[in-house]
């Protein structure tokens, strides 16, 4: 930058040099002559650099215009020189209004120097021939280079504009003229003493002014610039209560150089998370709410930098007043329970509330053995179970005491009395049939199930338990409470034709024990086929848009006699049999389920699938299938651009966020051959942003290019 603006004082001063030079010759006596031309002189040819736009593609989502390097251009052009010749000319009389000097802007966006008319060239004699002479020039461009403006006269009030050198915008001023009276003309002398003087020529040509004093080119601080975001932040807490959650303050350099900026805070509630750091970087700041009351506290982030202004970022910290405590509600107020001797009585609920404000965080106790409380914390309103145990309680009465306590709330007390009665008559068995039989073919099916009821026939709590003495025998539950039932499930498996029999024990706790005895026929094999499947029903479970689920298997057997031969059909689309027939005779016939999701909506879908054989006993066969298809919870965006063709681009950075503009570390750090990337695990009903940035070898990284958003549905 230092050398950029070196070349450019030189170009000014080589400007001003050829500018006097013109003045010298403009101030010696002029023969008589009518009027003077002036020629234009251009010098200067356009540079710069061409940013490489580049976009970045979500879905139908493109980014544009990815930012440049922030690298100085690299070289200059060197413009090139142009000679003008002057050509012969008369001078013939000027005319006696006021001359004009109008001076053109520079393009926007050109160096900050004031725009200067072209000096004219020396006049000349009548007889003088035509020469050659070499043209001001300006040998360097800082940034996009544009021709000096051109000088004109003409009779109309002076407009100048130059550009503004903070801004970069052109402004215009009027700078008017005094009038050349007749007989007064500078160009003839009169009242001249045979020559021009400055006085009159500046007059006559306003520009002149700037010609002499060219306005000083600014210099460019190189100095860097903290920058805080946000300007301002602020805390909300209740009194004696939890702190405010952090937030975070990004400090960047707006200027030039390297930022090596430290942090400190202005008071003892409020804490940084760092307090130094090099140029961009993030601070957390923390308040403490600690003993303070309510009320608006202020406080202040000083940021301060080697070479930079120091920001303040003031801080705000509003502490509200504490709620109103909790206080414990409790309904019943008291309980009662009745059992007799060895018994039980039924359970009991109360019901805490919060009568109070806040959040109740209660705990219960009681006193006494027997009694049992289901749960024993909670928070808010909640149900608690009373259990009474009688155990080994005699006859009487007993009591007990629950007490529920909270923080912040006054403990309340629920008393509970319990009234033991003398045990009646004992419990005795009672169970229905009283024998089962079961018959069967030899290598068929099992036979159906059958059931057995028990009943207490006697006082008291019969609390049982069933066993049987048989392999292909099962009992289920072979236990309870009270009046109840036990299935009998006999299994065929390798028994021989015949007739075979076991027994159910059946024994309760005070009660005699009791014996159902058990038959179990079975006939030989009749010759006919029989259809045997391996399972009575099948499921799946997918998700849209996914994969399909994992095919299953169906097994189709013989347990008849001879050849099976069988045909399998479905009734749904999305399902698939294969293969769709076959026979057998002792073997297992596989018969594969697949199921394609493709095209279907989310939700439960049902098919049956059927099994015919000819002259099987049992067809046809029904076999139930479920097909549960989920919504997807994530998706995908892809995200494209292109190429940055800047020769040091190491690569590109990928920046996500689910707020504009919220980005903190980038999500992906690609080479320079990437030019795409897919952003998976995208929540459904979420909003995502994306940037992305260019970094070269050196490390350094461009701005930020424009946002693209993508909403997952």
Do not use: C
């Not at 403009?26 to 009518?34: D, G």
């Not at 403990?411 to 068995?429: M, Y």
């Not at 980038?666 to 695990?681: D, F, M, Q, R, W």
């Amino acid at each position: 930058m230092h050398q950029l603006m070196r070349q450019h004082r030189i170009a000014t001063y080589a400007i001003s040099l050829g500018l006097m030079t013109v003045l010298m010759l403009l101030l010696q006596p002029i023969p008589s002559a009518s009027a003077q031309q002036l020629t234009e002189l251009t010098t200067g040819e356009n540079g710069g650099t061409t940013p490489h736009g580049r976009h970045i593609k979500n879905n139908d989502t493109t980014l544009a215009t990815a930012p440049t390097l922030p690298h100085s251009t690299k070289s200059f052009e060197k413009m090139d020189s142009q000679t003008s010749t002057r050509k012969p000319h008369r001078l013939i009389r000027k005319p006696q209004s006021t001359p004009v000097a109008s001076v053109e802007p520079s393009p926007s966006g050109s160096s900050p120097i004031s725009s200067l008319p072209t000096p004219p060239p020396s006049l000349q004699s009548d007889n003088t021939n035509s020469q050659s002479r070499e043209p001001l020039s300006l040998s360097r461009s800082i940034g996009a280079v544009s021709p000096l403006p051109t000088a004109s006269i003409a009779p109309a009030p002076t407009t100048r504009t130059s550009t503004n050198p903070t801004t970069g915008t052109p402004s215009a001023r009027t700078i008017p003229l005094a009038s050349a009276g007749a007989g007064n003309s500078p160009i003839s002398g009169n009242g001249g003493g045979g020559g021009r003087t400055m006085q009159r020529l500046a007059a006559e040509m306003p520009g002149l002014a700037q010609l002499i004093s060219p306005p000083l080119v600014p210099v460019v601080s190189v100095n860097p610039a903290i920058r805080a975001n946000p300007t301002s932040l602020s805390f909300t807490a209740q009194q004696g209560g939890g702190n405010p959650t952090a937030q975070t303050l990004i400090i960047s350099n707006a200027g030039g150089g390297t930022l090596s900026w430290s942090a400190s805070d202005s008071t003892t509630w409020l804490s940084l998370s760092s307090t130094s750091g090099t140029d961009s970087g993030t601070v957390i700041v923390s308040a403490t709410t600690g003993a303070l009351t309510p009320g608006s506290y202020s406080g202040t982030v000083i940021l301060s930098a080697t070479g930079a202004s120091t920001v303040t970022v003031p801080v705000t910290f509003t502490v509200t007043t504490a709620p109103i405590p909790p206080a414990i509600g409790a309904s019943p107020a008291s309980f009662s329970f009745t059992a007799q001797v060895g018994a039980n009585p039924a359970a009991q609920t109360l019901t805490i509330s919060n009568r109070g404000n806040g959040t109740l965080s209660w705990s219960a106790s009681d006193n006494a053995a027997w009694l049992t409380l289901s749960p024993a914390s909670g928070t808010g309103n909640s149900p608690v179970t009373l259990t009474v145990t009688t155990a080994t309680l005699t006859t009487g009465s007993y009591s007990s005491l629950i007490t529920l306590t909270a923080t912040g709330a006054t403990a309340v007390t629920v008393p509970v009395t319990l009234t033991v009665t003398a045990a009646p008559v004992p419990p005795a068995i009672g169970a229905s049939p009283t024998s089962l039989s079961f018959t069967a073919q030899q290598g068929g099916g099992n036979p159906i199930a059958q059931t057995l009821t028990i009943s207490n026939t006697g006082g008291g709590s019969l609390s049982w338990s069933a066993s049987d003495n048989a392999a292909w025998l099962t009992l289920s539950p072979a236990s309870g409470t009270g009046n109840g039932t036990v299935t009998l499930t006999v299994a065929t498996g390798s028994l021989t034709a015949g007739t075979y029999s076991g027994s159910i024990n059946l024994g309760a706790t005070g009660a005699s024990s009791i014996t159902v005895p058990v038959t179990f026929t079975v006939t030989a094999p009749a010759v006919t086929p029989t259809i045997g499947l391996s399972s009575t029903a099948f499921s799946f479970t997918a998700t849209q848009g996914a994969a399909n689920p994992a095919s299953k298997t169906l097994s189709i057997t013989n347990p008849g006699t001879g050849t099976l031969t069988w045909s399998i059909t479905d009734n749904a689309s999305w399902l698939t049999l294969t293969p769709a027939s076959g026979s057998t005779t002792t073997g297992a016939s596989p018969v594969t389920l697949s199921v394609n999701t493709a095209g279907l909506l989310a939700g439960p879908f049902t098919a049956a699938i059927t099994v015919t054989a000819t002259a099987a006993t049992n067809s046809p066969q029904t076999i139930p299938v479920t097909l549960t298809l989920s919504a997807p919870t994530t998706s995908t965006a892809t995200l494209a651009w292109n190429a940055n063709t800047e020769m040091d681009v190491a690569g590109y950075k990928v920046y996500q966020a689910t707020a504009s503009g919220a980005y903190a570390t980038p999500i992906a750090t690609l080479p320079k051959t990437a030019l795409s990337y897919t952003a998976v695990g995208l929540q459904v009903g979420t909003t995502y942003y994306f940037t992305l940035t260019a970094y070269d070898t050196a490390g350094n990284e461009s701005q930020k290019s424009a946002e693209v958003s993508k909403s997952i549905f």
